[in-house]
């Protein structure tokens, strides 16, 4: 077969869609190549300034500011009214923190950047915004870093505008409420890594944004005007303080005499903030911070009627609640993470009251790396049905090997609270050995995962070969009893549950996941699937064979249950 040039080949519709997507430098050089590229760049509606697209490395960032300046004026001066510009996206990285924020906010020529290019005549029309500055890290290595550059809202352009994306940003300045920007066709702000957010500001930019209906905050601080009113009482360890003047106590009564023992306890936490957001549909709060004008972290009492949506992640170390009837609620996302500093009745009681304001949702999803604290939530109302319509529940906790109580009893705190659930989907690890990390770095490559997939291919064969005999691998039978499972009783299970996942990855000296598959083959009345993986793959190692039947299938077993009639 003889190579050609199949890219000329597409129609020039899917040419503009590819270029939408490529760097201003590179998509400006097809112009080059031929006739019919001459106006293929222009015609894309895109201009996406990347300084990668500069030689020289990281190191030399501010190198490439002169360049990168000529070139962003060329660009949006050669769109017009001919080839209105849709989408402009600025991408700036460099080696360290300082050299992003040198590159955008001090130079010889100009001080910012950003703010000549926002103010562009070329900009009116531009739909689609994105500014992301940020520094190099590892590629398996979580983004975490602070602002670069200050942002005017009032130099946005708002009039067309739909989609804005805001990262690494120091400070977001908005206008006052006598001059407000107004955002008639924003559908979507996401704010990630910015330094400070002004909680009333961004409440304006909100109230003025009438069709915004995709809210994602991720490694935020916003910052409310609360300010907390002066305290008579000073907080500490009780401690005896002698008075600093003399009292006549013969002429003084009780009510009035000085305090001679100062209260050294916690001192009541601020009032929690509140956020309208009467047309957003999905809300994203991503290990945000919310501060007073102390620097006190307060709570979140959402007003969202029409969220279909949540996702948070956190440590609740303050309550986020949601205080309007959102009856068209879908999915509830939580990552729970407690703070190690935190006090642990405040948290627990801080994620039940999220929670249980969310409980119309049909889809709820919790991951965790503290099982413990989940199954202090539970207390003492682990038969309340809390969710009365959800569907589906996934959970994803870590638990300490042969330390199984706890994660029995958190599975059947949540087994009681969603009586109508048709679908559970199960993911335990250790927290010792199941973060797979190498090197430094997580979700990097396992190196045992070529061995896993070897096992896998025997552990299969095994399963085929034995037609129904006792596994000779196995020499003991699993024992049947989990605490806070065993011996009682679950209304899902009873009528609702059909499908139960579960993830595992055995340790030698544990079979949880061994006796979870048990419990529910034999006590989900109504269970049509059960699908397992066992992590490392070795499912004849501990999988019973008195379960059921096993099927291969792509990383899972799936066992449909064979009951006597």
């Known amino acids: 077969m003889t190579g050609g040039d199949r890219i000329s080949d597409l129609p020039d519709d899917l040419l503009q869609h590819i270029l939408y997507f490529a760097p201003a430098k590179e998509g400006a050089s097809t112009s080059a190549l031929a006739r ?42 050669a769109h017009g009214r ?51 500055g940020h520094a190099y890290r590892h590629q398996f290595q979580d983004r975490q870093e602070s602002g670069y550059y200050e942002l005017n809202v009032a130099s946005l352009p708002s ?4 989609v804005l994306r ?21 559908q979507e702000l996401r704010l990630h890594f910015c330094s400070y ?49 003399d009292i006549d106590y013969n002429n003084t009564s009780e009510y009035d005499a000085p305090t001679e023992y100062r209260d050294y306890s916690t001192p009541p936490p601020p009032p929690p903030v509140t956020l309208r957001c009467p047309s957003i549909t999905a809300l994203v709060l991503s290990d945000c911070t919310w501060l007073d004008r102390h620097h006190s972290r307060a709570g979140v009492d959402l007003d969202a009627p029409v969220l279909r949506c949540f996702r948070y992640k956190g440590d609740f170390e303050r309550p986020v609640t949601l205080k309007s009837q959102a009856t068209g609620l879908t999915r509830l996302d939580i990552g729970f993470y407690p703070n190690s500093l935190s006090t642990h009745d405040q948290t627990c009681a801080s994620f039940s009251q999220c929670v249980e304001s969310f409980n119309n949702a049909k889809v709820f999803k919790l991951k965790s790396n503290n099982i413990e604290f989940i199954t202090a939530v539970s207390g003492g109302e682990t ?54 990390s190498y090197g430094g770095y997580e979700n990097e490559t396992d190196p045992f995962g070529v061995k896993d997939e070897l096992d896998f291919g025997k552990s299969v064969d095994q399963f085929f070969s034995r037609r129904g005999r006792k596994n000779p691998m196995i020499t003991h039978e699993v024992s049947d009893h989990i605490h806070g499972l065993s011996g009682e009783s679950f209304t899902c299970l009873q009528s609702s549950l059909r499908s139960v996942s579960l993830r595992f990855r055995r340790d030698k000296s544990e079979c949880f996941g061994v006796r979870l598959a048990k419990f529910f083959a034999e006590n989900a009345m109504v269970l049509e699937e059960l699908y397992i993986d066992g992590g490392n793959q070795k499912l004849h190692d501990h999988i019973n064979h008195t379960v059921g039947r096993c099927v291969a299938g792509s990383g899972f077993a799936v066992l449909p249950l064979e009951r006597s009639k």
């Open 82 to 132: 001919r080839w209105p510009l849709r989408k402009f996206t600025v991408r700036v990285e460099g080696q360290q923190c300082q050299s992003v924020e040198i590159f955008l906010c001090r130079g010889d020529d100009i001080d910012d950047i950003l703010d000549p290019m926002l103010k562009h005549q070329a900009l009116r029309p531009v739909e689609e915004l994105c500014i992301d």
């Open 383 to 436: 038969r309340t049905a809390l969710f009365r319509s959800l569907q589906l529940l996934e959970l994803e906790v870590q638990y300490n090997p042969g330390q199984s109580k706890a994660t029995g009893q958190a599975i059947a705190y949540f087994l009681h609270c969603c009586p109508v659930i048709r679908e559970l989907r199960l993911t335990l690890s250790t927290t010792a050995s199941e973060t797979r």
């Open 197 to 245: 957010v002004p909680l009333e500001g961004l409440q304006r930019v909100i109230d003025f944004a009438p069709q915004l209906a995709v809210l994602d905050f991720h490694s935020a601080r916003l910052s409310s005007e609360y300010e907390a009113p002066a305290q008579d009482i000073i907080y500490s360890t009780s401690e005896y303080v002698a008075p600093t003047e």
């Open 159 to 162: 009039k067309n505008l739909r």
């Open 36 to 77: 019919r590229w001459r106006t293929q760049w222009l015609s894309s509606g895109a201009v996406n300034l990347d300084t990668r697209s500069y030689p020289g490395d990281r190191m030399q960032l501010y190198s490439k500011r002169p360049a990168f300046v000529r070139d962003s004026g060329v660009a949006l001066a």
């Open 166 to 186: 805001i990262y690494s940003c120091k400070c977001l300045k908005v206008p006052p409420a006598s001059a407000p920007v107004a955002f008639p066709r924003l």
